[in-house]
């Protein structure tokens, strides 16, 4: 693997915990840092750091244009997002900076992991490190099904390790998850090291890891709803280790706080910088170049403009609360509302009319600014840090946990954990702020695949539907695997009109710096087995 390649020298890029600075920023020489000085306590906040910053910026552009949830400013743009949206070119070089990003600070996790414990002295940080290392890990299959695992992350020891086969990887990252309780049940009693400040995630309280590890052993899980025989058996063995009353689960948004600093670009909070401001001000260039998509501004301003598409026709009439929190409103056709841009569409075409130049850009909430000015947002994005997880999508979770497996949780009320979600999402979208859910609980009640009535098929999709929505702002890639799951059904996500395909890739192709590097290993992957069911397709989905 080419960037695993190097792992000693890139191992724990800046992490020296006196200068908070040091480890946020990523044009720092890693060779100052010697292995032989290195400590889980020292590897551990640069490794939750650097790798939320792939999930910060590209796995945020890549989920949101693929789940048409944003759209290029095509008035101040020629040809925006076109490799997306033509689905011509998805090769080794599209989006591949996800895995290269990924793989190479997944690293520092498995170091970790790997750190000699004989007095269990570090069971705490290697019960955090196998957790983080799942959380992130499950994506690279979920994208690319056979990855390297058992053989990777050993720097010169293994330059070119083998491909393993996804079912596997899934089983160990579930077993993991167990593992990961139990070192923290037993740390306490085997002198652990507190991880305290530490820890930039839960400042030290090993249970809110315990209900994270569980809450990412439910996403595992509920990822494998559509498979069949022996490994559904295995799933619901596993699921119902989860039912008992005293299982824990996360009860709050779950953040990563490095202390992000507006000192210089690279200590911004990774959001902030690629979304709105650099540290002098200035606005990069993706704040003029994203605005919202037409598909979903249409589900956010209750189909205002009568798009015929019938799944559009459950949004008619029921503006979002939410929808000044992702997006924010222009006057237009003398409405105050969400306007965005058909994919695809230019200027004159439909979707992209020439009456008005006037676009929603990203709202300053998405980082919990309630202003836009640099200042502001640098002043209220930082200290918020990046969200992992929210306790709306947990929420999600146990509502389809509970609809689908109703025996395995039968004290689950699904209804009631779909209703706290939607609940909970007006905090978690306006960055702690006040937002009623309340009267939108109410218009939702009598719209099948919006609120939970109807059908089972029905309230699942109402489940992807809020999922979608909340999911926009911190993790839609998350939400394109969940939309691949449920067979590219819900929700809506049209494709673009200058498309050269039928439907969205299955899966990503491995990059570049694998068949440089891992040639020997690494499997060929056609781009039309991309789009296309075959055994190439994560395990999960291919039936």
């Given at each position: 693997m080419k960037k695993i390649k190097t792992l000693v020298s890139l191992l724990a890029i800046g992490l020296v915990l006196t200068s908070c600075e040091r480890y946020l920023d990523v044009n720092e020489n890693p060779n100052n840092v010697h292995q032989e000085n290195l400590t889980p306590k020292l590897v551990f906040p640069g490794a939750v750091t650097q790798t939320y910053r792939t999930q910060a910026v590209s796995m945020l552009q890549f989920g949101n244009v693929m789940m048409n949830s944003w759209a290029g400013n095509t008035y101040a743009y020629g040809g925006p997002f076109a490799d997306e949206y033509t689905l011509s070119s998805v090769n080794s070089s599209f989006y591949d900076e996800i895995w290269d990003g990924l793989y190479v600070n997944i690293a520092n996790f498995s170091f970790i992991e790997n750190y000699p414990n004989a007095n269990h002295s570090q069971d705490y940080y290697i019960a955090a490190a196998k957790i983080m290392k799942a959380y992130y890990m499950q994506y690279l299959v979920d994208l690319y099904g056979d990855v390297p695992y058992s053989e990777?992350?050993?720097?010169?020891?293994?330059?070119?390790?083998?491909?393993?086969?996804?079912?596997?990887?899934?089983?160990?990252?579930?077993?993991?998850?167990?593992?990961?309780?139990?070192?923290?049940?037993?740390?306490?009693?085997?002198?652990?090291?507190?991880?305290?400040?530490?820890?930039?995630?839960?400042?030290?309280?090993?249970?809110?890891?315990?209900?994270?590890?569980?809450?990412?052993?439910?996403?595992?899980?509920?990822?494998?709803?559509?498979?069949?025989?022996?490994?559904?058996?295995?799933?619901?063995?596993?699921?119902?280790?989860?039912?008992?009353?005293?299982?824990?689960?996360?009860?709050?948004?779950?953040?990563?706080?490095?202390?992000?600093?507006?000192?210089?670009?690279?200590?911004?909070?990774?959001?902030?910088?690629?979304?709105?401001?650099?540290?002098?001000?200035?606005?990069?260039?993706?704040?003029?170049?994203?605005?919202?998509?037409?598909?979903?501004?249409?589900?956010?301003?209750?189909?205002?403009?009568?798009?015929?598409?019938?799944?559009?026709?459950?949004?008619?009439?029921?503006?979002?609360?939410?929808?000044?929190?992702?997006?924010?409103?222009?006057?237009?056709?003398?409405?105050?509302?969400?306007?965005?841009?058909?994919?695809?569409?230019?200027?004159?075409?439909?979707?992209?009319?020439?009456?008005?130049?006037?676009?929603?850009?990203?709202?300053?909430?998405?980082?919990?600014?309630?202003?836009?000015?640099?200042?502001?947002?640098?002043a209220q994005g930082n200290p918020r840090g990046g969200l992992l997880m929210s306790a709306a999508e947990l929420n999600l979770l146990r509502a389809e946990a509970a609809l689908r497996y109703p025996t395995i949780f039968s004290t689950w009320n699904a209804q009631t954990f779909f209703n706290n979600a939607v609940t909970l999402s007006g905090p978690t979208m306006s960055g702690g702020a006040a937002l009623s859910m309340t009267g939108y609980q109410t218009l939702i009640a009598s719209r099948p695949g919006l609120g939970w009535i109807g059908t089972d098929a029905q309230k699942l999709e109402a489940i992807m539907t809020q999922k979608w929505i909340l999911l926009t702002q911190y993790n839609p890639t998350e939400m394109y695997i969940e939309y691949n799951r449920v067979q590219q059904q819900y929700p809506y996500s049209p494709m673009a009109t200058t498309s050269i395909r039928a439907n969205k890739p299955w899966r990503l192709i491995y990059p570049t710096s694998e068949y440089v590097g891992n040639s020997a290993n690494v499997p060929n992957i056609s781009s039309s087995e991309a789009f296309t069911k075959n055994a190439k397709t994560p395990f999960w989905n291919q039936n």
């Open positions: 990777a992350f050993k720097g010169q020891a293994n330059l070119t390790p083998k491909y393993d086969d996804d079912v596997a990887i899934y089983k160990s990252l579930i077993a993991d998850m167990d593992t990961a309780k139990s070192l923290i049940t037993s740390g306490g009693t085997n002198g652990a090291i507190a991880m305290g400040a530490t820890d930039i995630v839960f400042q030290g309280t090993m249970a809110n890891w315990t209900a994270l590890a569980n809450s990412i052993k439910l996403r595992l899980l509920l990822r494998m709803s559509n498979v069949t025989g022996d490994l559904a058996t295995y799933r619901n063995q596993q699921l119902a280790t989860l039912a008992a009353s005293s299982v824990t689960f996360i009860g709050s948004d779950v953040f990563e706080k490095p202390g992000y600093a507006g000192t210089s670009d690279a200590a911004l909070n990774p959001m902030v910088a690629s979304l709105f401001t650099d540290a002098a001000g200035s606005s990069p260039q993706n704040y003029s170049l994203i605005t919202a998509s037409e598909n979903l501004a249409t589900a956010l301003n209750g189909n205002n403009y009568s798009l015929p598409d019938a799944a559009y026709q459950k949004f008619n009439g029921i503006v979002d609360p939410r929808r000044n929190r992702l997006f924010l409103p222009v006057s237009y056709n003398g409405a105050t509302v969400v306007r965005g841009v058909r994919q695809g569409a230019t200027p004159g075409q439909p979707g992209a009319p020439n009456d008005s130049n006037v676009v929603s850009t990203i709202s300053p909430f998405y980082v919990g600014a309630n202003s836009t000015a640099a200042a502001t947002i640098i």
